[in-house]
């Protein structure tokens, strides 16, 4: 058994003990909001958006993109459990700033090993053999972080399966000092009708 999984089911021991009523949390989320955010660890949603468990939704990919995954979840999130506002917070220093598509395409066509991160970006270190599955993949990467998160707020608003009237604001996460700064033209994109 691996060290990481040892300290998890421990953590998942001990949490269980002290679990308390939370069994009894309704699934609908008790704040009505959604939060689409950036997978990475540095960010702890919870805390910076000051939530307990069963407060809010909170969907979590790389870069915190408007995937059609992240908006499927946040039509299910309005359509069945009712959340009435949405949240689309990227982060400074991301990951995704740091190569494109073409750069991640070529690390998987020559190995599917960890990558190494050089003062010339992201470069192979592992062995192939590699795939070109990559190829099929728009890895939505990030050039301007605040343009990302304006374009990300606009699809969303324009789907066709999200209503006209929940408002989506537009933040950056700034992992520096753990405080949110909007963007306004992404909220204003995002505004309810």
């Not at 960890?114 to 010339?120: E, S, W």
């Not at 270190?125 to 990300?152: F, H, M, R």
Request: proline letters at 5%.
């Amino acid at each position: 058994m691996s060290q990481v999984l040892q300290e998890v089911l421990a953590a998942n021991t001990a949490y269980s003990k002290s679990f308390g009523d939370k069994g009894k949390l309704p699934m609908p989320p008790g704040r009505r909001f959604a939060v689409l955010t950036c997978m990475d660890a540095r960010l702890d949603p919870a805390k910076f958006a000051g939530l307990a468990e069963g407060d809010a939704h909170v969907i979590r990919n790389a870069g915190g993109r408007a995937s059609d995954d992240a908006i499927r979840s946040l039509v299910i999130s309005y359509k069945l459990l009712g959340t009435r506002e949405w949240f689309v917070i990227h982060h400074t220093n991301c990951g995704m700033e740091f190569f494109t598509d073409d750069v991640m395409r070529g690390l998987l066509t020559s190995s599917l090993e960890t990558a190494a991160l050089g003062d010339k970006g992201f470069h192979d270190v592992g062995k192939g053999p590699g795939s070109a599955e990559g190829n099929y993949i728009d890895w939505l990467t990030i050039a301007d972080q605040a343009q990302s998160v304006v374009d990300d707020v606009a699809r969303i608003r324009r789907h066709p399966l999200v209503p006209a009237n929940i408002p989506i604001y537009g933040y950056i996460y700034d992992v520096t000092n753990g405080k949110l700064v909007e963007v306004p033209a992404a909220t204003e994109a995002g505004k309810a009708s």
